[in-house]
């Protein structure tokens, strides 16, 4: 359903950065897809350009085989830090988009309140985003993107500014939500640097390199789920072991440290 | 870089030593010759006070930050201080430096350089105070850590802290005081016309009394001038060095990504910009909103009351008996003083929310082209520099040929007071729409936000807080200029239009009431805090609703 060919980004400033070189992939109808790599390996950047919200220089990327253009509606994203409007009460931030789209107030009103039931907080509909918690933040901002009824979600790092604790419980949400077949939201793409979270969570893992950004290994996972009872196997930490070293020879070729690299388990 | 940048400054020295030259050989006029020594002593008398500021505001400022105690007490006394109209204080002070001096030239400049000084000081004292609250708590701790304390401690911890601050609180306040030297050079009290050699004297007397518009015009040019030329080889270079390490400067040239995000909150934490949203989701707020409890606001009051009685019982030798008060308080006019309230409160309304459409306008704009924010601050450099009080002559002629009598005169006020209220708006707006975050301008796009939506939903509430904390430090600066747009000398005659301001003028000015002068400066006092209590800190709490914070 999506498709990127030969997409070369360059930041043009003192000195032309190149961030993404050539990348080309395809996402298949309902996979769990994960983009992992290095801090500063264009992934985010990737993932922007799939939003439309970040233009690019070179290359193809066609949802349902036509050019991305701008921003879509059928494509949604959650950010790292969450971009909730702190102006704005939980029921508001998910009703807004939909009100932008065209949908009435009650209408619309109805929709946001059956999608923060979804995830658990429809007892906080009139909280402002400065009295939740991270997690709490980061399910508002899931019951927006839903909201919209995209077909593609996207996720920046949706679990690195939380706590261990609360991102264990909420990538199982994730996956619960990503596994409901009333959704219609099917395709999740996912961008991370911790190397076990997109084991655990993804069909497929993507490996980038660092500057320039390229896709250095593909990595099918072939784990079943529920994985939350295959964690402490050995294929589980074999495919974990394999990326990190992937990535690690990826580091060494372009003469980088690798930072912030995290292996924590799930 | 460097290269080019001393080039500039080789060029902006020769271009203000060209003016002089085709200024002092060109112009005819008397006093002309005196130039360089008028533009030497404005110069000598504005960084003095600015060095005094600096010393006192430091002290202050530190004495504030490390003691709770000393806190409690000067902080809610400097804010009562900062938002009452300064310049209803001067001739006050004028009168007791006069009497006290009997009338010697030390004794004028020294109430010229005490108006300056209370216009001066408060940016300087409020900037430190905001940036030792916005250390970060771990640094605090670290340092806690290490058994930081006392000396070491400010040495090591809080002036590193505080020096962008105390740049961007020195930037404003030299600005303040340029701003205000007209009013401190040039005073007419009871009559008598009192004029220091200086720079803001000579273009009040180009004015008034040679009646020579092209003189003022070509004398408020080279203040102009200056003011840029010494800003731009002073503070601009310091705010750059700061700007440099973790701190930014507000208006970075480039406009940096990520910025906002980032743990450390953007120079200048001074008053008029003390305000903003805090995105970030960690555990910040240590440094909780500055809300005063009533003792204190009830101490403060007092004190500034008995510094009042006591300025007004020094100027008065002989403590006016309750005779005198009723006679003083009961002339004639005293009838009027309703309408007069309503009058000078319509002009200041009228006149904020001019500035306020201006300023929404130019802000949205810098939000929506960044082309646009880039060309604001040169706008805001000029503007800031200009001194009002000196553009009334030039202003009333222009507007007056337009509009005759009255309205002439009631547009000609409400433009000053735009000149003069406008700026603290603007760059409130400006810097509050620089660091609205990534995160969330991309939410806006990606949802297909656009136009009027994205105004409503993004950028209007994103600004609010700017928007009023700007508007109290507007309103304030706006009593404070309303007592000379409403009475301004012209030629030989004084144009005048009714309302608290001129009422307040004439009080000092053409009868020397002590008496009535104190009471209407109390009524005037008044209003500014109720104005304050009941419309601002209403709407600040509606903001905090949603985790908006107030320095």
Known sequence: MLEVRNLVKEFSGERTVVAIDGVSFEVRDDEFLCIVGPSGCGKSTLLRIIAGIEKWNRGEVLFHGKPIEGPNEKIMMIFQHFGLLPWKTALENVQLPLEVHGIDRQEARKIALEYLQKVGLSEFADTYPHDLSGGMKQRVGIARALAMRPEILLMDEPFSSLDELTASTLRREVLRIWADPKLSTKTFIM????????????????????????????????????????????????IVDHIISVIEAACAASARACENLLVKSC | MPRTQNFGYAFGFLAILLIYVLVLSLVKNPEIGNLPYYTFRTFARITATYIISLVTGLFFGLLAATYKTASTILVPLFDVLQSIPILGYFPAAIIFFISAFQGAEIGLELAAMLLLYTSMEWAIFFGIIGAVKNIPANIVEAAKSFNLEGLSYIRHVVLPAIVPALISGSTLAWGDGWFFMIAAEYITYGGVTYSLPGLGSYLAKAAYEYGDMNLAVVLLVIITALVMYI?????????????????????????????????????????????????????????????????????????????????????????????????????????????????????????????????????????????????????????????????????????????????????????????????YLFLNIVAAVKTIPDEIREVSQLLGMKGLKRIRHIILPAIMPAVVTGSMLSWATGWNTVIFSEYMPYGSEVLSLPGLGSFLDKAAYQEGNTVLLGFLLLVMTCLVIAVDRFVWRKLLRKIERYGAEVM
């Open chain 2, 231 to 423: 800003n731009f080889l002073t503070w601009h270079r310091l705010t750059e060095k700061a700007g440099s390490g973790a701190y930014k400067p507000i208006f970075a040239s480039t406009w940096s990504r990520r910025f906002a995000l980032s743990g450390v909150r953007r120079l200048a934490p001074v008053r008029r910009i003390g305000m903003s949203f805090r995105f970030r989701h960690s555990v910040l707020s240590v440094s909780k909103k500055r809300m005063y409890t009533k003792i204190e606001k009830g101490v403060a009051l007092m004190a500034l009351i008995f510094l009042v009685l006591v300025v007004v019982m020094l100027a008065q030798p002989n403590v006016p008996s309750g005779d005198e008060i009723v006679r003083s308080l009961t002339i004639p006019e005293m009838a009027n003083l309703p309408f007069y309230t309503l009058a000078t409160l319509a002009r200041l309304t009228i006149a904020y929310f001019v500035s306020l459409a201006i300023a929404l306008t130019m802000g949205i704009l810098a939000a929506e082209r960044k082309g646009f924010a880039l060309v604001f601050y040169p706008i805001y450099d000029i503007g800031q520099s200009v001194p009002i009080l000196a553009l009334f002559p030039i202003l009333f002629i222009s507007i007056s040929q337009v509009f005759g009598g009255r309205l002439g005169l009631e547009i000609t006020s409400i433009t000053m007071l735009v000149a003069d209220m406008i700026w």
């Open chain 1, 191 to 238: 961008v991370s640097h911790n190397v076990s979270e997109a084991v655990f969570m993804a069909d497929r893992v993507l490996v980038m390199s660092p500057r320039p950004g390229k896709i250095v290994e593909e990595v099918e996972v072939d784990i079943p789920r529920p994985r939350v009872e295959h964690t402490r196997d050995p294929r589980f930490f074999d």
